[in-house]
């Protein structure tokens, strides 16, 4: 440098360290000042515009702002080469250092191109710039020094070269200029969204501070803070993050990835052909199966990588943030490096105060660099997260609308469900932690080098017990990880079980079952409840090592440090910086475990995906489309079809031609490919040979119709414009009119999911509506007449499907069962075990006498059209979901007129509420509905009662929880049990502080080497004496906490199931299950779980936080006059955050619910979708919904990034009090003191960060106390047993029922279901109960078991008035065989007989009466036979003899028939009735009949007219009387 400098020296160590006003020798501040800055623009200007080159944003106007910049640049330039010019003219006169000439060139260069990038940044649309920012930050500090050397030189009169002194003014006024411009933000560019969305992200806008402090997200925090935040507050979703962006990318670099892998193995496939083909060619018929056979011994080597595509969709973005990550890991390491200076700085007498200055300056620089590089690797890394769930998403949702039925049958919808919610969810947690693979390494390595560097060897010692803690935390991490999987089983039984007791909670009320099943759930809790013990031991013993671990690490260093040596004393800057740097260690020691196992669990979950993504998908060609001159509109020619390719083909040697316009009719029995034949016609079957066209679109009605939880009218027009004229025509002829006028909101009905709230037949018309709507030009109707009555079957048929209807001259192919009709189509199709057996008009196979003639005799005439096996062929096809993926919303029983009814006034209350009728009567409802609930929700929400999470975010209160709440939760852990866990945390910190003082006196006495030596002992011992206590604290708080949190989950569980067990039976009518459902896993999870861990963490900070407080202020006390303002600070930030960030995770969970809900319907529809071509519509709803989510996702994610700048910024802020006062108390401190202070300070920023977090967790998730507690709170029914009144042990025993004007409604509120019935049975009477739907049948029953209470009136059964005695006492002496049979999973014995009151003979005897003996004796189990979920392993029929042998066990004297419907076979119906009629002879009989000939014989009929009484007297009385009995006896072909 000598040279450069010419004569002046380069650096002078008196004039610059050791004095009170430093300065810098001019020759340094113009080489090494100046060229900084511009050595970093040079450095970083090719990548940054080879960036802006491939990204452009589009163009910005100029501006003034940009006019001043750009001239300001120029000015700048001239400035710096008037210095130069100025040094040529000087040259002639005496001799220059080259230094003269080198920098003011160099400048110049800089500021031409710092100019340069202003301009291109504006034509590439870049409003504001971090690369030009940090370029004049560097220009303005690097111009201080010199700035105020001049200054000095001046004041002492001594400017030489007054030009360079001005042009040096000049050129620091202009850079200050820049720096300040630069914090302005240019408008955006032209055409951007921004200037056309509604409710932009300000981050596309925010300049380059802003977007390091995440200032911009400030406005919503506040938005937040004042009112809850709702769905139109949140900012749209920055487009890179979109669904549109972002899927795409992912499925471009997938395809390439399946493209290689299909060229490598044709490469293979033409290899191997070849091969057998040549010396072998008499056996070329083999070589096809040995392809076959070498392809799949090659296929697991090469499935497309989806791994790859992953990596080269989202890996460059993602490597950004691990550029972040590893600049803040090496920032990390420079503070221990200050403290070392700043504990020497403390032990020199005689060194200048500025260099303790600046020394806790640059500390604070360094923790503020490294808090805004850290943040924003995070947020590279959620976004690289949040878009991979996205772009997984999207693939799967697109992938499961074209894989083929054989990939459909090897994953459940649930599991596809599980794809989409938890393995995309692992791939974004991942992201946040996996830079920690070679981070934790990288950050382990630097600790231990500079602890070598401080203690030499004796470090090892500290880390063979770091490496002796990793196996003892492993092995507590695999044994919990055994619980965690015990106890899930033990959960996912209890739910299940729980399920079917809701589901069944009705079955249980009748026969007076609930005290059996509670005692089923507790057995389970309690397994639970012990499992949940062991766990919580475990991770006290691991919080233990956790917070241990540094202390022992540090205690076994020291130890051995001094003893290993005489001459080794331990003084404050070896102790204190060893024990930061221990500190730093104990992150990624903690975390390489954690990052891991979820690489693990990533990999797993990467398997399943990719192998979904692979299935193969159908083809297109299957069915030719193409418009070609025909008269057939259907052709298939010898087509052979198979639902997999490795099945038997379903269909062989079909050949069907369907002239256009015609109407062909498609019959068979059961099973014998009538559905099949329609898939295969929709290209849903694999296409074994033969040729498939259609002409035209296709209208599709499945078997079982499928319905989107929308509108009715969405349903309807799917996709379709709206047209009034065509639309009203659509419902007259599907016989939709008259439902219409029931619907709570008419057409715009929100429909459940699975179209919970209509019944099978509205569901099967509105498919038919749909159908009709579209105005295809070939239908396909598949059995559409089977689920509705035959009157309305036979309107259907008139209007719509058959010659005269509204699809005369479109080409229709009708399955049916329904003889009825046969006479009326153009030409019939027999199949008959997937082969066409005959075909031709009615006419010509009557004739033919084969076997259509037979199928007829078999359904003679007089039978029903309905036909229900075949529903359980497709039982199995719809799998019902998990309950992790969504809550079953089982339909409650869809043909029982009372439920349904009930479901229709509760919709009807509902839509009064939303539609604001305005008539007295519902206004009073609606005020009354709405003070029942508590929390402010809109009625929109409430319309959609089967939305799972809708109703989430409507019982979740918003703003903050209430104090009660807490106090809740603390009485059920025991409030003296609370206040001991808060009392050995605080001794527990207190023993911390203990052990951390004891060492700061302990390096004190490193001054004197003697006395050190001789009570190293001493020392040692209280040392570890106090860190063991604090350890063995620890786990004792942390077991009693564990203790308390089990009880606590013991006694909300116990009152919650209590209560739900004691509830009456209009609750579970009028709350979806999966309301229900949620409270018993979701809310007990959190109370079992994340609520005590989330308080463990929360005390552990809490105190942690206090005692730095408390250390700092205690050595410096002068610190006590900071920390009010900076708590301040820190409370309003953190009520901010906490407001802001509880609502997004609300509004997050309440968006989330609809994608999966939305998925699994999807697949349900999948065919109905391919049939209509709606593909890409769903696939951009989809998107759509997924987007909703991200939208409340993403500014969660930046509300903890946010929250982290600002927090880690008090941090620093406390670092840097501690140091200055520090430095202020010089001489009163004792090193020692001044290390602890320090290091106590430097660890406080993460706690102050995670208590916050802990704050707003605990917020949330003590809202599951709320929630179950307000459940276990709901208005209970009648006592179950009441002493005094108990009726004798044999009543009833005549069986006399008696109604004396009785009257009652469903709920209060709404109107009278039986008005004023008064009638008397006598004992052993048979009666008969008809009338039409919604008359009020099934109540009678309801009456009698008291499900439903009177409003005015009363019964009596021999004389006891019912309403007298306990629930149990009444509904334990009466029987009913209801109309859907309920099982439950269990055995079959525990179906019969839940209390085991009767002998194993009793119950053979009942099956034997009952007609299962010979099912039962032929199974291996015999009466131990599992029964799964809802009985699906039985058949129908099965189940209701079960039913019925449930009867014959307990045989009371009264006897209730709720008679089923459709769901059994002419055959066991009759079955039924003989037995009913031998065994039940003596017995009061009342049967609610929907066939009549099954009551045509009983003493006497009641027919009921809108609750009341119309008929009552013997059948032949009623016939003859010719009144509603006879009319409808005439229907029914019996008069």
């Known amino acids: 440098m000598e040279h450069v400098c010419g004569h002046k020296p380069f650096w002078e160590a008196n004039l610059t360290l050791y004095t009170e006003l430093p300065d810098l020798p001019e020759c340094f501040q113009l080489s090494v000042l100046s060229w900084i800055p511009c050595i970093y623009l040079w450095l970083v200007s090719p990548l940054y515009l080879f960036y802006l080159k491939r990204n452009n944003k589009g163009y910005i106007m100029m501006s003034i702002l940009n006019r001043v910049k750009t001239v300001i640049g120029f000015v700048l330039w001239i400035v710096c080469w008037t210095d130069l010019f100025a040094s040529f003219h000087e040259m002639k006169e005496k001799d220059i250092p080259p230094i003269y000439f080198i920098t003011p060139l160099i400048v110049g260069m800089t500021m031409l191109l710092a100019t340069f990038i202003i301009q291109f940044e504006r034509l590439r649309g870049v409003q504001s710039s971090g690369v030009l920012f940090i370029f004049w930050t560097l220009s303005v500090l690097c111009a201080i020094v010199p700035f105020r050397s001049k200054i000095m030189h001046a004041s002492k009169g001594e400017i030489e070269d007054k030009l ?131 392809l799949s011994s090659q296929k697991d080597s090469h499935q497309p990588s989806f791994l790859r595509a992953l990596l080269k969709a989202f890996g460059p973005y993602f490597l950004i943030g691990s550029g972040f990550k590893l600049l803040q890991d090496l920032i990390t390491f420079i503070n221990p490096q200050l403290l070392r200076m700043l504990i020497e700085f403390t032990k020199q007498t005689g060194a200048p105060s500025w260099w303790g200055f600046s020394l806790a300056f640059m500390m604070f620089g360094c923790a503020l660099l490294q808090t805004l590089i850290l943040h924003q690797h995070f947020q590279y890394c959620f976004v690289t997260g949040m878009r991979l769930r996205t772009a997984i998403i999207g693939a799967i949702y697109r992938k499961s609308l074209v894989i083929t039925n054989e990939a459909k049958r090897s994953c459940t919808v649930g599991e596809v469900v599980n794809l989409m919610s938890v393995d995309a969810q692992r791939f974004m947690d991942l992201t946040t932690f996996l830079n920690m693979l070679w981070s934790a390494p990288l950050q382990i390595i630097l600790a231990l080098l500079f602890l070598w560097q401080t203690l030499g ?93 540094p202390f022992l690490v540090a205690l076994t260093t020291f130890a051995v440090y001094v003893s290993v040596d005489k001459s080794n004393v331990l003084d404050a800057e070896k102790a204190f910086v060893s024990l930061s740097l221990f500190n730093i260690l104990r992150f990624p020691l903690n975390m390489l475990p954690q990052v891991i196992s979820s690489l693990v669990q990533a990999s797993v979950s990467l398997k399943r995906i990719q192998e979904f993504l692979s299935h193969n998908e159908l083809d297109p060609d299957n069915v030719d489309k193409k418009p070609a001159p025909s008269d057939y509109a259907v052709t298939v020619v010898n087509g052979k079809f198979s639902w997999a390719k490795k099945d038997p083909p379903a269909l062989h040697n079909i050949n069907v031609m369907v002239p256009q316009g015609s109407l062909l009719a498609v019959v068979g029995h059961v099973g014998c490919g009538k559905s099949s034949l329609v898939s295969a016609l929709l290209g849903e079957m694999e296409k074994l040979e033969g040729h498939i066209s259609i002409r035209g679109s296709v209208a599709y009605v499945p078997q079982q119709a499928w319905i989107q939880n929308a509108t009715l009218r969405d349903n309807i027009l799917f996709g379709r414009p709206y047209v009034e004229q065509k639309y009203r025509c659509v419902l007259e002829a599907c016989a939709l009119t008259p439902d219409l006028e029931v619907l709570p909101g008419g057409d715009l009905t929100e429909i459940g999911e699975k179209g919970i709230n209509l019944s099978g037949g509205q569901r099967q018309r509105v498919s ?21 009555d035959a009157h309305v079957a036979k309107h259907i048929f008139d209007n719509v499907i058959g010659p005269e209807g509204a699809l005369r001259g479109k080409t229709r192919l009708l399955v049916t069962h329904g003889i009825s009709f046969l006479p009326q189509v153009d030409n019939i199709v027999v199949l008959v ?50 309950d992790d993926a969504l809550s079953n919303h089982t339909d409650m029983v869809d043909n029982e007129p009372a439920v349904n009814e009930a479901r229709r006034q509760f919709m009807r209350q509902i839509s009064i509420m939303s539609n604001d009728v305005e008539n007295p009567k519902t206004k009073s409802i609606r005020k009354r509905r709405c003070s029942e609930r508590r929390h402010g ?176 202020v205690s050595s410096t006390p002068i610190f006590a006059v900071v920390v009010v303002p900076l708590a301040l600070v820190y409370f309003f930030v953190q009520r901010f955050y906490v407001a802001t960030s509880r609502q997004l995770k609300r509004l997050e969970s309440v968006s989330r619910s609809p994608i999966y809900s939305h998925f699994s319907e999807t697949i349900t529809g999948t065919s109905v979708i391919r049939a209509y071509g709606r593909n890409s519509a769903f696939v951009l709803l989809s998107d759509m919904k997924v987007d909703e989510n991200q939208k409340s996702y993403y500014p969660g994610i930046v509300s903890n990034r946010w929250l982290g700048v600002r927090i880690e910024f008090i941090g620093n802020c406390i670092v840097l009090f501690a140091a200055v006062f520090a430095v202020l108390g010089k001489e009163s401190l004792s090193p020692g003191l001044v290390g602890l202070s320090v290091s106590y300070a430097l660890q406080v920023t993460m706690s102050l960060n995670w208590m916050v977090r802990m704050t707003s967790d605990l917020e949330s998730n003590i809202v599951a ?115 859907e049979p309920v099982l439950f999973s269990g055995t079959l014995r525990m179906n019969l007989d839940p209390f085991e009151k009767y002998s194993d003979d009793d119950v053979w005897n009942a099956l034997r009466l009952s007609h299962l003996h010979k099912f039962v004796s032929s199974q291996p189990a015999k009466l131990t036979l599992e029964c799964s979920e809802g009985g699906e392993n039985l058949s129908v029929g099965q189940r209701q003899l079960v039913c019925l042998a449930r009867a014959l066990l307990r045989k009371t004297r009264i006897l209730i028939l709720d008679e089923a419907t459709a769901a059994i076979d002419l055959e066991t119906d009759d079955l039924i009735q003989s037995t009913i009629r031998t065994q039940f002879e003596d017995c009061t009989v009342f049967t609610i009949a929907h066939r009549l000939n099954t009551i045509m014989d009983y003493t006497r009929i009641l027919v009921l007219d809108k609750g009341q009484i119309a008929e009552f007297d013997t059948p032949v009385n009623l016939i003859a009387q010719k009144g509603i009995f006879y009319s409808m006896a005439k229907d029914a072909g019996l008069a």
């Open 768 to 788: 038919l509506a749909r159908a009709l709507y579209s105005e295809a030009d070939v239908y396909l109707l598949d059995d559409p007449l089977s689920a509705v």
């Open 937 to 1112: 929700e809109t009625p929109q929400e409430k319309k959609e009662p089967k939305v799972e999470k809708l109703i989430q975010a409507e019982a979740a209160e918003t703003g903050r929880v209430k104090f009660k709440v807490y106090w809740e939760y603390t009485k059920a852990v025991g409030p003296l049990l609370s206040f001991f866990i808060c009392f050995l945390y605080a001794s527990q910190s207190a023993a911390a502080i203990g052990a951390n003082i004891w060492l700061s006196q302990w390096t004190n006495d490193s001054r004197d080497a003697v006395t050190a030596q001789e009570k190293v002992h001493m020392r040692v011992g209280v040392y570890a004496a106090l860190g063991i206590a604090q350890g063995i604290l620890v786990m004792f708080s942390a077991f009693t906490l564990a203790m308390g949190k089990i009880q606590a989950a013991r006694k909300l569980h116990q009152g919650l199931l209590d209560n739900k067990f004691h509830t009456p039976q209009a609750f579970f009518d009028t709350t979806p299950i999966g309301r229900i459902i949620n409270r018993f896993s979701k809310d007990i999870y959190v109370i079992d779980e994340a609520l005590p861990s989330t308080i463990l963490m929360f005390l552990g900070t809490f105190f942690a936080s206090v005692s730095t407080m408390i250390v700092i």
């Open 1265 to 1379: 106390v709320e929630r179950v507690k307000e459940y276990s709170e709901t208005p209970s029914e009648a006592p179950w047993e009441v002493e005094d009144k108990k009726p004798p042990t044999d009543w009833p025993s005549q069986g006399n029922v008696e109604f004396v004007d009785y009257s009652v409604r469903y709920r209060e509120g709404l109107d009278l279901v039986l008005r004023n019935i008064s009638l008397k049975v006598k004992g052993g009477e048979k009666i008969g109960i008809v009338g039409r739907t919604g008359a009020g049948k099934s109540s009678m029953t309801l009456c009698l078991f008291r499900l439903l209470e009177a409003a005015a009136g009363e019964i009596a059964i021999d004389e006891v008035k019912i309403k007298e005695i306990g629930l149990h006492d009444l509904r334990s002496k009466l029987t009913i065989i209801p109309q």
């Open 164 to 294: 360079r002194f001005t042009t040096f003014y000049v050129y620091f006024g202009l850079t200050l200029v820049e720096l300040i411009l630069s914090c302005f933000n240019e408008k955006p560019p032209l055409f951007s969204s921004m200037v056309t969305d509604p409710n932009p992200c300000p981050e596309s806008a925010a300049g380059f501070l802003s977007r390091m402090t995440f200032w911009w997200f400030t406005s919503m925090a506040i938005k937040g803070y004042k009112s809850p935040l709702e769905t139109k507050d949140l900012w749209s979703l920055n487009k890179q993050d979109s669904s549109e962006m972002v899927v795409p990318k992912l499925l471009r670099e997938w395809e390439v990835e399946k493209s290689k892998t299909q060229s490598i193995e044709q490469d293979v496939n033409g290899q191997a052909v070849y091969s057998k083909a040549g010396p072998e060619t008499n056996h070329v018929e083999v070589s096809p199966e040995e392809v076959e056979v070498l």
């Open 833 to 882: 075990e997937g082969m066409v057996s005959e075909m031709g008009s009615y006419q010509d196979l009557l004739k033919q006498n084969g076997a259509f003639a037979e199928f007829l005799r078999n359904y003679s005439l007089e039978d029903i059209v309905e036909d229900d096996e075949v529903t359980e062929v497709l039982i199995d096809e719809e799998e019902s979901f998990p």
């Open 457 to 549: 060897p004796s470090v090892l010692a500290g880390v063979a017990v770091m490496i002796l803690l990793i196996p003892f935390n492993a092995v507590i991490a695999m044994k919990t990880r055994a619980y965690q999987v015990e106890q899930m089983q033990y959960k996912d039984a209890r739910i299940k079980l729980m399920n079917e007791i809701l589901n069944g909670m009705k079955v249980l009320k009748l026969y007076a079952w609930e005290v059996s099943f509670k005692e089923k759930v507790l057995q389970i809790r309690q397994k639970e409840l012990n499992v949940l013990r062991k766990t919580a031991y475990l991770s006290a013993l691991s919080t233990m090592a956790w917070t241990s671990a």
